[in-house]
């Protein structure tokens, strides 16, 4: 039993399936959810994805050993000065955020005189879906939870937090903050700007419904992070937006650079951009043993 006692802030789809991962697991006696709608908690309880809920956040902190935000970004800082006086001594924080300087800067503010026991964290995993119905305990198995501790963070808080994840079938592995978010900007935010933007071009053409109508799969395929929470999105685009805004310029000259091959139809630089993509996809796959 790694914890006794594990709060779990926000039950979507990512508190909601570690809480899964967790019982499943056996790694703790009891876990309690907070959130904003009772509905949505009571209805944890009854399909068994949490023990307790509590609609008031320092009350289900109070006598928790870890708790786990898992909230949207823009709350991170308000929800830590809530909960700061009400744990105890020697409670783990952690979160799931998936930019990371905005929440390190939020706790240096929030939770300055506990950063031994704060550990950020980012499971890189999820699907489209939202909300503790979409929850599942198998979503961390075979993925990667990146760490990024603070100089601060006690190197006990850090490896129960790196077992948890390990304990519910993901591999851990510790990134510098800022490199974690450039890396991010790249392989995340990035592909969900612009499948975003595509799908709000595409709406707004006269003709979408012929445009909708004649999709086929791939086309689905590619689409379907569009259907992810536009909340979280949205926070996750503000919060990371320097690195975003850099990958953006330079994906926008790889662009220009696709659009001035057709234009000019050069089809050799056509072939080169294609090629060279389909050979970094095709080792992406065979790396991933799919």
């Known amino acids: ?14 508190g909601g399936s570690l809480a899964r991962a967790l019982k499943r697991a056996a790694l703790c006696k009891s876990i309690t959810g907070y959130g904003r709608r009772e509905a949505a908690l009571r209805q944890a309880v009854e399909i ?15 006598d928790a050993d870890l708790v786990v ?20 001594p020697e409670c783990i924080i ?7 300087g905005v929440v390190v800067a939020a706790a240096r503010k929030a939770l300055a005189d506990r950063l031994a026991y704060f550990v950020p964290a980012h499971p890189v995993a999820g699907t489209e879906k939202s909300g503790v119905e979409a929850s599942f305990a198998e979503l961390f ?15 006990s808080a ?21 490199h974690h978010d450039e890396v991010l900007a790249a392989t995340s935010h990035l592909p969900h700007v612009l499948v975003y933007t595509l799908i709000d071009c595409l709406a707004r053409m006269q003709d979408k419904e012929e445009i909708f109508a004649y999709a086929a799969g791939g086309f689905a395929d590619f689409t379907r992070v569009a259907s992810s929470s536009p ?7 503000l919060a990371n937006g320097a690195s975003l805004l850099a990958v953006l310029d330079n994906f926008e000259q790889h662009l220009n650079g696709v659009r001035e091959a057709i234009a000019d139809a050069d089809g050799d630089s056509l072939m080169k951009i294609f090629s060279r993509a389909k050979q970094a996809r095709d080792m992406y796959t065979k790396t991933r043993g799919r």
């Open 158 to 178: 850090r490896d129960r937090v790196a077992a948890m994840w390990r304990g519910v079938g993901a591999s851990v592995v510790d990134l510098e903050i800022g």
């Open 1 to 14: 039993m790694l914890f006794d006692r594990i709060t779990i802030i926000g039950l979507g789809l990512i």
């Open 94 to 100: 952690t979160d799931v955020g998936s930019a990371k």
């Open 141 to 155: 198995e075979k993925h990667i939870v990146i760490i990024t501790p603070l100089a601060e963070t006690g190197r």
């Open 48 to 62: 068994g994805v949490i023990d307790y809920y509590s609609l008031d956040a320092r009350e289900a902190v109070a």
């Open 69 to 88: 935000l898992a909230t949207p970004l823009s709350t991170t800082e308000t929800l830590m000065r809530t909960i700061a006086d009400a744990l105890k």
């Open 231 to 237: 909340e979280m999105w949205r926070d996750i685009c």
